[in-house]
């Protein structure tokens, strides 16, 4: 199977084709806003952080923001920055620089003389930019070019149930083809996490991953906090989850069957043909498909018992319910409905090659339901209080 | 009319696929064979029942794993929620 995507000077294939305007702060950020909603053809967000953050909490922002600059939708980056803040403008270029020889244009708002005059001149960076990227013509690639992100939230019975396992089914047929799964959220490998160690390629990949779960635990414990304090949610328990384990043994579903090569920390940049591997992500929707995206994922694959919209700025992300109540109410949000598994009416292998079909046509630009509410809600993950 | 569904053999529970009321019967598949009991609550849509009963402190099994402990005896045909299950981080690193 194969779609069409974009080669990038890098050696890497988008499925989309944006710029972005990326905010070197929450400083910048508004001014993006602005800036964007000037030049059609690009994209940006709200970046929360950028500044007053301790190192290990600044290196995550840092990461998040090469990351998109790097992902393989992103056809170039103007950089914006407000001059003062901790993430300076030649530390970002420099981060993005180690991921990608993509163009990059940058405007600092103090340099340029105020407001008005940065966004003069990121309008018309971002514009010249937007018409390079529109001459580009879509090649073909096979799905080994992918790597897929996968996310719950939401989450319900139905999820560990349906819709997780069919994103596993998704996980071991993109494996096969050669491509890349990432399976995320931390917080929901606890009280699983001894499963997926089992099927760890080796022993270092094993003990990385009760790594990473006893860390997050501690971390939230050095705080006071106990990780089951959110989670499950009130949402969740009223879908029928009762405990945190018992969610995680659903969640852990997405990763499918195949052995688990790889784990990354958050936002770190994926290798492609990687097979299935693990990113150290919160069980929080947005700041977890940040990470992926960041870390290259072109498209998300999303699991949602409740009805969750969440979508991003520069990837796809594909929404699937085993909850047959949800799909009726919120079909709106919802691209593939997978409660047949429940009630007997298709099979996995039917489901699963239905699934690799939608997540093909999708890399070859078929709208997802969140692209076309214009959803790219976003958030980036954090380590401790600002300073 | 199959109204549930065990996920691993060795399970205590079972999920509700349907919304099953009070003195109804839960009705799944296990090895190609039907088996029944019956509900002592209602049991939501995709909510748990259990199977048998269920002493306080046991640990509870879905997945083929455990999810919690019992908190008190839980009767079997229970609605299995957080009225009757706590949780318990166990160490798995062993395991």
Known sequence: MKFYGYKRPDGRVGIRNKVLILPASVCASDTTRIISQQV??????????????????QQLTMDVMAGYAANPNVYGTVVVSLGCENCQM???????????????????????????????????????????ASLLQKEEFPLSELIVGTECGGSD?????????????????????????ILSETTEFI???????????TPEIHDRIFEIV???EKALQMVGEEVREGNPSPGNKAGGLTTLEEKSLGCIHKGGHTPVNAVYDYAKQVDPKSGLVIMDTPGNDPSSVAAMV????????????????????IAPVIKITGNKLTFATMEDNIDLDASPLIYGTKTMEQLGDELLNLVAEVASGKQTKAESLGYTEMAIARVCNYV | MVNAMIIEPIDDV?????????????????????????ALNDIPIYHKAAIHDIAKGEPVRKYGEHIGVAACDIKAGEHVHTHNITNHRENLDAK
């Open chain 1, 214 to 216: 006893h860390r997050y």
């Open chain 1, 294 to 313: 960041a870390g290259g994922a072109q498209v998300v694959v999303f699991s949602t018992g409740r009805g969750t919209p969440t979508g991003n700025p």
């Open chain 1, 191 to 201: 009280g699983g996490e001894h499963l997926l160690a089992r099927r760890a390629a």
């Open chain 2, 14 to 38: 079972v999920v509700a696929i349907e919304a099953i009321k009070k003195g109804e019967e839960v009705c799944y598949v296990l090895d190609g064979k039907t088996l029944n009991f019956t």
């Open chain 1, 90 to 132: 030649d530390l970002v270029v420099k981060a993005i620089s180690e991921r990608t020889n993509k163009p990059i244009k940058q405007v600092i708002i103090q340099e340029a003389g105020g407001t008005l005059k940065a966004i003069d001149m990121a309008v018309r960076y971002a514009k010249e930019m937007v018409a390079e």
């Open chain 1, 40 to 57: 059609v053809g690009s994209v940006t967000f709200n970046n929360q952080n950028g500044c007053s953050q301790v190192g290990a909490d």
């Open chain 1, 157 to 181: 019975t139905t999820s560990g149930l349906a819709a997780n396992p069919l994103i596993g089914r998704l996980s071991d047929l993109l494996v096969k083809e050669g491509g890349t799964s």
